[in-house]
């Protein structure tokens, strides 16, 4: 959670810069959100960082995964964003009782997550901005704090999260480019193992 919290006053700050110089309002949607932060191991300590985040935009549904890979000494490089639909009957959330639930395929593995309250760990907010071709996507999230419980690959781990709202701001409609891939563009090493954050 501190990662993307610290990305949020940083990503704001761009993209606040850069809207106005379009030549139309760039499209804004906000709806009910989960989020949270799954771990791929690699060699030499190293690891693949996944911010996982699925939202009910007025649109539809929206699976966004940052993908981010950190040394073993804690340092990270650049983000790459990657988002893409899915179904209502893969994600439903409810922000006033703190839970959700989504199954979702990240590069061959099966992901099912579930968020539930976790009662008197207080609120979060976070969010992240992707750059594209002429394209901007910049994602800020709010919520409380949830108990994750993952199933991935038939494997079960326990990890936290945040369940809450989400408004994005997406300039692809604007100047053609879109500032994200797709989520089957995410290719994790033919052996890679998901786990808990």
């Known amino acids: 959670m501190r990662r993307t919290l610290l990305l949020t006053t940083a990503g704001a700050a761009v993209v606040a810069s850069v809207i106005p110089a379009l ?29 996982l985040q699925a939202v009910e935009f007025s649109g539809g549904d929206v699976v966004r995964i940052v993908a981010q890979h950190c040394a073993a000494d ?3 490089d650049s983000l790459d964003v990657y988002q893409g639909p899915t179904s209502s009957s893969a994600f439903s959330v ?27 760990v207080g609120t979060a907010s976070g969010g992240d901005t992707a750059f594209g071709q002429d394209g901007v996507s910049d994602n800020e ?15 079960g781990c326990t990890t936290t999260g945040v369940v809450g709202s989400e408004t994005a701001v997406d300039t692809s409609a604007v100047t053609g480019g879109p500032g994200t891939a797709d989520v089957s563009a995410l290719r994790l090493p033919a052996d890679a193992t998901i786990s808990c954050g």
């Open 23 to 51: 030549a139309a309002p760039a499209p804004v949607d906000s709806g009910s959100a989960a989020e949270t932060t799954l771990v791929v191991p690699l060699s030499h300590g190293d690891a693949l960082q996944l911010d």
């Open 74 to 76: 804690g340092s990270c």
């Open 94 to 120: 409810d922000s006033s009782t703190t839970t959700a639930d989504l199954n979702v395929v990240v590069s061959g593995h099966q992901v099912q997550l579930r968020w539930r309250p976790d009662g008197g």
């Open 141 to 155: 999230y709010q919520g409380q704090y949830a108990t994750v419980t993952a199933s991935i690959d038939g494997q």
